[in-house]
């Protein structure tokens, strides 16, 4: 009972590989006593967010399956049910005290009257939702007489209310035995084939592509109007917004398509995800940097390069991998124990970037300011005020997460989940723009270079300043070491 228990719950591998909103089967094998499901958000006509080519202004669930088995010596049974995820418990029974539920109808919970345990062999579905009767569940009951092989069903099924539905292929009478599924399930929302939970992600990466576009353009002239005084702080910002551009109207081009074809093409993801990984970990390797001082207060990051290369690499790996998991299965799918091996490693290497760069950045202010170069420690301290605003942001946002994950089902927020994603998006470009802000080109960028400041006191305090600054400890084990010295372009005077 336990086996056949877990059987049910643990229904659908195939899932996990749900790449388009056209679902072809190829002798897809549908064993007995399994369920198998899928589940895609739907608007209904009147609440559509848009209608139109390539949709038609209809939302309906196209069945067209051919079920075939091998051994047909005895009679068999398989059903299909559609639904909307509030009725979701009117299907299966749970028994008192259990988290799992059992969806097929068993001589134990027969004898017990279970409600919608009417026969062996059946789907359990309450009385209430019998579509028989009229009620809530979609359902089609497709017999196998004995010597009968195949079993066709066509069917359209018209998305009358918005939400998430699901779709069960259930084998639950044992005398069926193994059948094999071909054809296809359709999912049109009035707009086209995008699943509702993606929709309004096609609309953001159309944005925010054109604001990727627009700082490029801007930032581009900058830079070409003061390429003699361009940073290479600055040609590192020049390589992010690269890639914010290229990320962007990727998985806009890929949203389109699969809009108006209903399947997913694989380059168009792995562009996506490669570039969204890289941008990713180069956005997180600037922000470093720029912590550290490199560019600003010194040249080079001496012997610290070697461990921020590293970083970056072990980040960059880690989080493609995530990512990947992510765009070819939902996260929430995967058990536990592979979640926490995909999500773990980048958590803990996002930690250690945080530490590194508020502790990188604390030593650079200190080091600032001991040197009373006005200038760069006021550019920094705008800095260090973007950042602390972004980590409050940030948190206040998980927390918000945690909370709607934790207190309310997700089936009920599925049109709004998006936001999750497309705030992270959001916030790294304001971040950028940001950072774009602070070290735009200028005739300026000088004053900003590794080159140390004169002071504004006497060659008495001047003296005295440089030895407070020779005397700066180095206390982190990821702080820059000592092994290159400023130079005043002005004096020619090492510091």
């Not at 019998?130 to 007489?145: I, K, M, P, Y």
């Not at 880690?318 to 765009?327: A, G, P, R």
């Not at 490693?345 to 170069?373: E, H, M, N």
Request: charged share 15%; net charge negative.
């Amino acid at each position: 009972m336990a086996t056949r228990l877990a059987r049910l719950v643990l229904a659908c591998c195939w899932l996990l590989l749900a790449d388009a909103n056209i679902y072809r089967y190829t002798r897809q094998p549908l064993e007995p006593d399994v369920i198998q499901y899928r589940r895609v958000g739907m608007y209904a006509p009147e609440d559509s967010p848009s209608s139109g080519p390539p949709g038609n202004g209809d939302s309906l669930v196209k069945v067209d399956v051919t079920f075939s088995r091998l051994s047909a010596r005895s009679s068999g049974l398989i059903q299909v049910l559609i639904f909307h995820s509030e009725n979701m418990d009117l299907v299966g029974y749970q028994e008192p005290g259990t988290i799992q539920k059992t969806y097929c109808c068993t001589n134990s919970l027969r004898t017990q009257n279970v409600p919608g345990c009417a026969e062996v062999g059946h789907l359990i579905v309450s009385p209430s939702g019998s579509a028989a009767a009229g009620g809530l569940l979609w359902q089609r009951d497709l017999t196998f007489g004995v010597n009968q092989s195949t079993s066709q069903l066509q069917a359209d099924f018209e998305v009358e209310k918005s939400g998430v539905y699901y779709l069960l292929f259930s084998s639950c009478d044992l005398s069926t035995g193994v059948v094999f599924l071909n054809g296809a399930t359709s999912w049109v929302n009035p707009y086209g084939y995008l699943p509702g939970e993606l929709f309004h992600f096609l609309p953001f990466y159309g944005a925010m592509s054109l604001v990727y576009l627009s700082l490029g353009v801007l930032w581009f002239i900058l830079c070409v109007r003061y390429l003699q005084q361009v940073l290479r702080v600055q040609t590192c910002i020049s390589g992010v917004i690269a890639l914010g551009m290229v990320e962007t109207t990727t998985w806009y081009l890929d949203y389109v398509n699969f809009n108006s074809s209903g399947l997913r093409g694989l380059w168009p993801v792995v562009i996506g995800v490669l570039a969204s990984t890289v941008k990713k970990t180069v956005s997180r390797l600037l922000v470093l940097v720029v912590s550290l001082g490199y560019g600003v207060v010194r040249p080079t990051l001496g012997a610290v390069t070697n461990r921020v290369m590293l970083l970056g690499l072990l980040y960059l790996l880690f989080s493609m991998i995530l990512d990947t998991v992510s765009n070819l299965s939902p996260i929430t799918e995967v058990s536990v124990p592979l979640r926490l091996l995909f999500i773990l490693p980048v958590a803990l290497l996002d930690a250690v970037f945080y530490w590194w760069i508020f502790s990188g950045l604390s030593r650079t202010l200190s080091q600032l300011a001991s040197r009373k170069q006005t200038a760069k420690l006021d550019l920094y301290r705008r800095f260090s005020r973007v950042l602390i605003a972004s980590i409050v942001l940030s948190a206040a946002w998980v927390s918000w997460q945690m909370v709607v994950i934790i207190s309310d089902s997700l089936d009920d927020r599925w049109d709004s989940l998006w936001v999750f994603d497309a705030f992270w998006h959001l916030l790294y470009a304001v971040i950028l723009m940001a950072i774009c802000f602070l070290w735009s080109p200028s005739k300026n960028n000088l004053q900003y270079a590794y080159s140390q400041e004169l002071r504004q006191e006497d060659e008495g305090e001047e003296g005295e300043g440089e030895e407070a600054a020779a005397k700066d400890p180095l206390p982190d084990a990821f702080a820059i070491e000592e092994d290159v010295h400023d130079v005043d372009v002005g004096t020619g005077k090492r510091h």
